[in-house]
């Protein structure tokens, strides 16, 4: 079920019946005792976490999405969508949010949320926020799809 959601295919209505049947005998349960229970969203970041890993946490119900960003932009600047996930992606930039690569690689990111610079440390803010621009130091580069894959 979570690779056909994962690949946007229909679903077949007898994997729906089995997936509530899954459900009702195992996955409440499950879900309870890990403490996902009311989890609507559950987010991660950091390193990038396999594919395996969402299987498992969509086919128990529980929406697990990846963010990116840094503490010098408030936290989140890129995020999955529900619907719209993508293993080895991070997603889109958040609304307000622009997210470019340099010609070396690098992402970089533009928001009012981008901090105005380290307390009392000049050459580190001017190593790191240029023209607006919050320079991360990390490598990425943006999908097809528009996703950023750092």
């Not at 229909?10 to 509530?20: N, R």
């Not at 533009?110 to 000049?122: D, E, H, L, Q, T």
Request: charge should be neutral.
């Amino acid at each position: 079920m979570a690779n056909l959601k994962f690949d946007k295919k229909p679903v077949p209505l007898h994997w729906k019946f089995l997936e509530w049947l899954a459900y009702v005998l195992v996955q409440k349960k499950l879900k309870d005792h890990l403490g996902l229970s009311r989890v609507r969203n559950a987010y991660t970041g950091g390193a990038a976490m396999g594919p395996d890993h969402f299987r498992f946490f969509h086919a128990l119900g529980v929406n697990l999405k990846q963010i990116y960003g840094q503490t010098e932009v408030a936290g989140i600047s890129v995020v999955h969508r529900s619907g719209d996930i993508k293993f080895d992606t991070v997603g889109h930039p958040i609304p307000g949010t622009e997210i470019k690569i340099t010609d070396e690689g690098e992402i970089i990111t533009c928001s009012s949320s981008v901090f105005k610079g380290y307390y009392k440390n000049p050459e580190a803010t001017a190593k790191t926020l240029r023209d607006g621009w919050l320079h991360s130091d990390d490598k990425g580069f943006i999908d097809d799809d528009g996703h950023l894959v750092d």
